[in-house]
């Protein structure tokens, strides 16, 4: 499937595609699109250019079964001036791998990348990112969160590459991850190359367990340990969920992790 959206155009609603196999997509000089992908099983390609003073809002939710395989690869490409906010959202998931490539080929281009994952069972999900400031005045930034239940495995590996002239490039990078049971297991490796000078560029990853002096002080105040529980777990994400501009979205995905907690 091919999309194009015209120069200085703004898609006065959100488009929701059911994924396809192969999706390209082109948001001209000045074009503003806003985008949901309800992910689907299998191996999913996605390409986007984003030109110059376009801006592009997406979010991939996936939707796939806790039994599916599900590769998704997707690519962005930033001319100068243009402006990406992206979240990947595995909720109910089996085993997933999103591997995330985005370059910032024009001054001015600018990056919010978030992820947030949240898993039991045995469920094994992926986030492999690649963030390449390949030119001057140019920032990124990502959040990624994993909630891990029961036996699974989240892995988080991020890179990102300032290349040679890349002067004056701004980058976060921030991993956070909270494992509910010790058989949860997390995989995170936060990474920066750098090949010049004046930059402004951290990174951090952290992974730990239920604040138990939180859960006791809760249920001091009459909150059962499992309403205490699924309240610190959904407050722990909701820094990701509010990074998302679409206000109809972002109550979608408030309502949908809530409901996830609560039929785990």
Request: glycine share 6%.
């Given at each position: 499937m091919e999309i194009v959206v015209a120069k200085d155009t703004k898609v006065e609603k959100s488009l929701q595609l059911i994924e396809d196999q192969q999706l390209h997509i082109t948001i001209e000089d000045g074009a503003h699109l806003e985008l949901v992908l309800d992910g689907i099983s299998g191996h999913v390609v996605t390409e986007i250019f984003v030109g110059k003073g376009a801006t592009l809002d997406l979010c991939d939710l996936d939707?796939?079964?806790?039994?599916?395989?599900?590769?998704?690869?997707?690519?962005?490409?930033?001319?100068?001036?243009?402006?990406?906010?992206?979240?990947?959202?595995?909720?109910?998931?089996?085993?997933?791998?999103?591997?995330?490539?985005?370059?910032?080929?024009?001054?001015?281009?600018?990056?919010?990348?978030?992820?947030?994952?949240?898993?039991?069972?045995?469920?094994?999900?992926?986030?492999?990112?690649?963030?390449?400031h390949m030119v001057p005045h140019t920032s990124s930034n990502q959040i990624y969160k994993y909630v891990l239940d029961d036996k699974a495995v989240g892995t988080y590996a991020g890179l990102v590459k300032v290349l040679e002239g890349a002067h004056h490039t701004v980058s976060e990078q921030i991993n956070r991850n909270l494992c509910a049971t010790r058989e949860a297991r997390m995989f995170a490796q936060p990474q920066l190359e750098i090949y010049n000078d004046d930059v402004r560029c951290n990174h951090g990853s952290s992974t730990g367990q239920m604040d138990e002096s939180a859960l006791f002080y809760m249920q001091q105040r009459g909150i059962s340990k499992r309403e205490a529980r699924l309240l610190l777990m959904f407050a722990f994400l909701g820094e990701v969920v509010n990074q998302v501009r679409i206000p109809t979205l972002r109550e979608q995905l408030n309502t949908l992790v809530e409901n996830r907690f609560r039929n785990a």
């Amino acid at each position: 499937m091919e999309i194009v959206v015209a120069k200085d155009t703004k898609v006065e609603k959100s488009l929701q595609l059911i994924e396809d196999q192969q999706l390209h997509i082109t948001i001209e000089d000045g074009a503003h699109l806003e985008l949901v992908l309800d992910g689907i099983s299998g191996h999913v390609v996605t390409e986007i250019f984003v030109g110059k003073g376009a801006t592009l809002d997406l979010c991939d939710l996936d939707k796939s079964s806790p039994n599916s395989t599900r590769i998704h690869d997707l690519t962005i490409r930033q001319d100068a001036n243009s402006h990406v906010f992206a979240h990947s959202i595995s909720l109910a998931s089996g085993n997933t791998t999103n591997n995330t490539h985005v370059n910032l080929c024009g001054e001015g281009a600018e990056l919010h990348l978030n992820g947030l994952v949240v898993a039991g069972d045995s469920q094994r999900i992926e986030n492999h990112t690649l963030v390449q400031h390949m030119v001057p005045h140019t920032s990124s930034n990502q959040i990624y969160k994993y909630v891990l239940d029961d036996k699974a495995v989240g892995t988080y590996a991020g890179l990102v590459k300032v290349l040679e002239g890349a002067h004056h490039t701004v980058s976060e990078q921030i991993n956070r991850n909270l494992c509910a049971t010790r058989e949860a297991r997390m995989f995170a490796q936060p990474q920066l190359e750098i090949y010049n000078d004046d930059v402004r560029c951290n990174h951090g990853s952290s992974t730990g367990q239920m604040d138990e002096s939180a859960l006791f002080y809760m249920q001091q105040r009459g909150i059962s340990k499992r309403e205490a529980r699924l309240l610190l777990m959904f407050a722990f994400l909701g820094e990701v969920v509010n990074q998302v501009r679409i206000p109809t979205l972002r109550e979608q995905l408030n309502t949908l992790v809530e409901n996830r907690f609560r039929n785990a």
